[in-house]
Each structure stands twice: as structure tokens, then as C-alpha cells.
């Protein structure tokens, strides 16, 4: 249970859920090396427009795949220790939920963040 000091989640506001959701479908979609594979839309529309595009498209999944979850780990990191100086208990409730966001959705989590322990709830 938190502490009345600490910072407890709330869902981001419209003007944030909108990114935190773009960066999730992203991340959901490189996760998969299917999406530039033989049989896929990508590959039957884009692809043949060029004979070098299959493999630019797979260096391309691939090098985005890594920085989104990289960078998003380092976030993550980050996030924790601000949740500490927040007061947000590890492995709480309020702990998960603004990690995975943080993981999620990257650098609009500290946005957020800052809006809800500024008491100015996401606005």
C-alpha cells in the first residue's frame, strides 16, 4: 500500500497515451522478424519495388528493434531510481505499472510522472 507521500499511478492523459501507445505498436511490431519476410504486406507491396529494399527493410526492423528496447531498459532504470525519491515502493502496485509504461512508452513516462507528483495529474 503507498505511502501517503508517494506517488500512486494514474492513466497518462490523451495528449501522452498517444505516443505511449505509437511507441508500444512499434515495439510490438519489430519484435517480429516476420513483418519484411517472404508473404507479409510489407514484403509483397514495398519490397519488390527495389532489389536492395528486403535487405534494408530487415537491417532497418532490426536496428529499431534495438533501440526502442534499449533505450526503453535505460529508461527504465532511470525511472526506478525516480520512483524511489517519489517514495513508490519496489515491486508495489504503483512500482509495476509505472515501469511498464516506462518500458512501454519511454521518455513520455517522465512526463507523466512529473505531472501527477506535481499534482497537476497529466495536464
Known amino acids: 500500500m503507498p505511502t501517503p507521500t508517494s506517488t500512486a499511478y494514474t492513466l497518462p492523459p490523451p495528449r501522452l497515451a498517444k505516443p505511449i501507445l505509437l511507441c508500444a505498436a ?3 511490431l519489430t519484435a517480429s522478424r516476420r513483418l519484411a519476410y517472404p508473404g507479409s504486406v510489407l514484403h509483397s507491396t514495398l ?3 527495389s532489389p536492395s ?3 534494408a527493410a530487415m537491417w532497418l526492423q532490426w536496428g ?3 533501440f526502442f528496447y534499449v533505450a526503453h531498459a535505460v529508461e527504465c532504470a532511470i525511472m526506478a531510481r525516480m520512483l524511489r525519491g517519489h ?7 504503483a512500482w509495476w505499472a509505472w515501469m511498464g509504461e516506462c518500458f ?4 513520455f513516462c517522465f512526463e507523466h510522472l512529473e505531472a501527477v507528483a506535481g499534482g497537476k495529474k497529466g495536464t
Open 26 to 28: 512499434i515495439m510490438a
Open 47 to 49: 519490397l519488390p519495388l
Open 53 to 55: 529494399a528486403a535487405g
Open 64 to 66: 529499431v528493434f534495438w
Open 87 to 93: 517514495r513508490v515502493l519496489v515491486g508495489s502496485r
Open 104 to 107: 512501454v512508452g519511454g521518455k
